[in-house]
Nanobody, 124 residues
C-alpha cells in the first residue's frame, strides 16, 4: 500500500502561482511513477503531468505545457507540481497518483494509488 497526501491548494488570482505537494508513505516511493490529475466540477478527471520513477522523464497535458512543472524528491518521498501563469480554467480538484511501474501513463486507470485531492481555485 502507498498512502498519498496532497497539500498546497488554495485560492489564487489569474496569473498567479501555486506549488502542490504530495507526500507518500508506505512502500518504496522511488519504485513508482507519479502523476497529477485534476477534475473540474462536472467534468471527467484528466491527466495533468507525470514523472517517471527516477525523475528522468516527464509528460504534460498540452493545456499546461510551459506553465506547470512536475518534480520529485525521492529522498523526501514527495512529488511536486509547480503551477505558474494560472488561468481560471485550471480551477479543479488536483489529485496525485502512484503507478507501480517506472513509466508514466496518461490514463488514470493505470494508477494504483490516489490521494484525497486538494482544491485549486483561480479567480479572474
Amino acid at each position: 500500500q502507498v498512502q498519498l497526501v496532497e497539500s498546497g491548494g488554495g485560492l489564487v488570482q489569474a496569473g498567479g502561482s501555486l506549488r502542490l505537494s504530495c507526500a507518500a508513505s508506505g512502500r518504496t516511493f522511488s519504485n513508482y511513477a507519479m502523476g497529477w490529475f485534476r477534475q473540474a466540477q462536472g467534468k471527467e478527471r484528466e491527466f495533468v503531468a507525470g514523472i517517471s520513477w527516477r525523475g528522468g522523464r516527464t509528460d504534460y497535458a498540452d493545456s499546461v505545457k510551459g506553465r506547470f512543472t512536475i518534480s520529485r524528491d525521492n529522498a523526501k518521498n514527495t512529488v511536486y507540481l509547480t503551477m505558474n501563469s494560472l488561468k481560471p480554467e485550471d480551477t479543479a480538484v488536483y489529485y496525485c497518483a502512484a503507478r507501480g511501474s517506472p513509466f508514466v501513463a496518461l490514463d488514470s486507470g493505470n494508477y494504483n494509488y490516489w490521494g484525497q485531492g486538494t482544491q485549486v481555485t483561480v479567480s479572474s
